[in-house]
T-cell receptor
Framework: AQSVTQLGSHVSVSEGALVLLRCNYSSSVPPYLFWYVQYPNQGLQLLLKYTTGATLVKGINGFEAEFKKSETSFHLTKPSAHMSDAAEYFCAVSKGRSQGNLIFGKGTKLSVKP | EPEVTQTPSHQVTQMGQEVILRCVPISNHLYFYWYRQILGQKVEFLVSFYNNEISEKSEIFDDQFSVERPDGSNFTLKIRSTKLEDSAMYFC???????????????FGSGTRLTVV
C-alpha cells in the first residue's frame, strides 16, 4: 500500500535561507509524486510533480524536488526563501498508475522570518 | 485561470442533521473528487466520480455519504446524518481526465470547513 511521510510538521526559516521540506514515500509500484501548497484560506495548488523521466523536477515559485528512488524520497527545496512562501506544503503519491486518487502526507507548515 | 468553486466556505451544523456541500468543477473537466482533512490530520480521499457514477470510494465513504451531479455544473457531497467526527475541511477537485490527474494534477477548490456541534 502507498503511504507518505513528511518529516516535521512545522519548519521555520529566515528570509533568504534555504528551504528544505522532507517527504518519503512507500509504493509497491513506480510512483507518481506531487507537491501541493496551501496558502491561508485557499485551496491546494500544484507546485510540481514527478511522473517519469528527469528526476529533478522544477515547479512554480522557484521550488524544485528530486525523486530519489534508492532513498524513496521526494524532498522539496528552494534556494532562497521569500516571505510569500509561508504556507502549508503537502506531499502526495498516486495510489497507482491505474487509479486517480492521491495519498497525502500530513503536511508541513513553513514559516519565514524576516 | 479556471477555478474550482466550493460553497459555503464554512458551515456549522447540529449532529444528526443533513448537510450538502457544493462544488462547481472546471467546465471541461470530466473527473471529480472529494477529499477531506480532519484538523491536524492528513488529507484523505473520499470518492471519485465520472460519467455520472462513482468510480472509486474509500472506506471512509460509507452509507451516510452520497455524491451527485444534479446538473451540468454542480457536484455535491451529501452527509445524511452528521456526526461529530465528520467535522473537517472538505475539498472538491476536478481533473481533465483519469490520466489527467496523473499528468497534470488535480485542481482543488478552497474547501468547506464543516463543524458539527
Amino acid at each position: 500500500a502507498q503511504s507518505v511521510t513528511q518529516l516535521g510538521s512545522h519548519v521555520s526559516v529566515s528570509e533568504g535561507a534555504l528551504v528544505l521540506l522532507r517527504c518519503n514515500y512507500s509504493s509497491s509500484v513506480p510512483p507518481y509524486l506531487f507537491w501541493y501548497v496551501q496558502y491561508p484560506n485557499q485551496g491546494l495548488q500544484l507546485l510540481l510533480k514527478y511522473t517519469t523521466g528527469a528526476t529533478l523536477v522544477k515547479g512554480i515559485n522557484g521550488f524544485e524536488a528530486e525523486f530519489k528512488k534508492s532513498e524513496t524520497s521526494f524532498h522539496l527545496t528552494k534556494p532562497s526563501a521569500h516571505m510569500s512562501d509561508a504556507a502549508e506544503y503537502f506531499c502526495a503519491v498516486s495510489k497507482g498508475r491505474s487509479q486517480g486518487n492521491l495519498i497525502f502526507g500530513k503536511g508541513t507548515k513553513l514559516s519565514v522570518k524576516p | 485561470e479556471p477555478e474550482v468553486t466550493q460553497t459555503p466556505s464554512h458551515q456549522v451544523t447540529q449532529m444528526g442533521q443533513e448537510v450538502i456541500l457544493r462544488c462547481v468543477p472546471i467546465s471541461n473537466h470530466l473527473y471529480f473528487y472529494w477529499y477531506r482533512q480532519i484538523l491536524g490530520q492528513k488529507v484523505e480521499f473520499l470518492v471519485s466520480f465520472y460519467n455520472n457514477e462513482i468510480s472509486e470510494k474509500s472506506e471512509i465513504f460509507d452509507d451516510q455519504f452520497s455524491v451527485e451531479r444534479p446538473d451540468g455544473s454542480n457536484f455535491t457531497l451529501k452527509i445524511r446524518s452528521t456526526k461529530l467526527e465528520d467535522s473537517a475541511m472538505y475539498f472538491c477537485a476536478s481533473s481533465e481526465g483519469f490520466m489527467g490527474a496523473q499528468l497534470y494534477g488535480y485542481t482543488f477548490g478552497s474547501g468547506t470547513r464543516l463543524t458539527v456541534v
